[in-house]
């Protein structure tokens, strides 16, 4: 798997899934870390023309840096659901074909602490490259979980005890009504179509976000930020000892 950029590159070097680096002929900045950090972790470096890195990188944008990488290590969900550090919260992607919307999302599950991501082999992203650099070095952090069926991914999360919420433009319920200080997997669908007809029925709960202005949905990321952050703030007031009274 190919990655690029000084971010995610420096974070699969700090995973150790780095198997050899590519630099441009022309140094400095930011690439010293880089470059001290594979030293650091015994990683070969090469020195190659920038149209390589061009080549590599597909034309995105490598900061001078193109990294081979192993691939991630395979997580099932009973995985994702008995490594979790406390109450489970996961998050379930159900055919996110953007690249930079998979990587923000990884992006900010990371930052929310999130236990895992499920998604889909197939109808997906590839972790590489444009979702690699979007999501700033989170995808050699994240555990995801690769299922064939969405739809039984959720039953299997229902049979461990996780309660699974669906984002929905129609839902009738606001997100920020759901309990999520119980275990839960916040369920995304894809760009334009969301969650298809099967998974929704699948879900315990379905919620929205509500829209203020002229246009009527978020981006997924975006609403994938703004759910699994009023996940983060139910469970610090818990923790915190104050009252939540939530209806399930």
Same mark, same amino acid.
């Given at each position: 798997m190919i990655i690029y950029g000084i971010n995610p590159v420096l974070e699969a070097l700090r995973a150790g899934r780095v198997k050899e680096l590519r630099v441009g002929e022309r140094g400095g900045g930011r690439l010293t870390e880089v470059l001290a950090l594979a030293r650091e972790h015994d990683v070969s470096v090469r020195r190659v023309p920038v149209e390589a890195l061009e080549h590599d990188s597909q034309r995105g944008v490598h900061q001078g840096v193109v990294a081979d *990488?192993?691939? !991630?290590?395979?997580?099932? %969900?009973?995985?994702?659901? @008995? #490594?979790? =550090?406390? $109450?489970?919260?996961? *998050?379930?992607?159900? #055919? %996110?074909?953007?690249?930079?919307?998979? #990587? !923000? %999302?990884?992006? $900010? =599950?990371?930052? !929310? #602490? *999130?236990?895992?991501? *499920? @998604?889909? $082999?197939? @109808?997906?992203?590839?972790?590489?490259?444009a979702a690699a650099k979007a999501s700033a070095g989170a995808v050699a952090h994240v555990r995801i979980a690769e299922v064939v069926n969405i739809a039984r991914a959720l039953d299997e999360l229902k049979e461990a005890g996780i309660w699974t919420v669906g984002l929905a433009a129609d839902a009738g319920t606001c997100y920020d009504a759901i309990d999520f200080t119980v275990p839960s997997a916040i369920v995304l669908g894809g760009e334009g179509p969301g969650l298809r007809r099967l998974v929704r029925e699948r879900c315990d709960f379905l919620a929205t976000i509500p829209m203020r202005g002229h246009v009527n949905s978020l981006n997924v990321s975006v609403a994938a930020g703004v759910t699994l952050f009023e996940a983060v703030r139910q469970r610090n007031v818990k923790a915190s000892g104050s009252a939540m009274p939530r209806v399930r």
């Open positions: *990488v192993e691939d !991630a290590q395979s997580y099932s %969900i009973e995985d994702l659901v @008995r #490594g979790a =550090a406390g $109450t489970p919260l996961l *998050v379930v992607l159900d #055919g %996110i074909e953007d690249p930079h919307n998979l #990587g !923000a %999302i990884l992006r $900010t =599950a990371d930052a !929310a #602490g *999130v236990d895992g991501v *499920v @998604r889909q $082999t197939r @109808r997906s992203a590839a972790l590489a490259g």
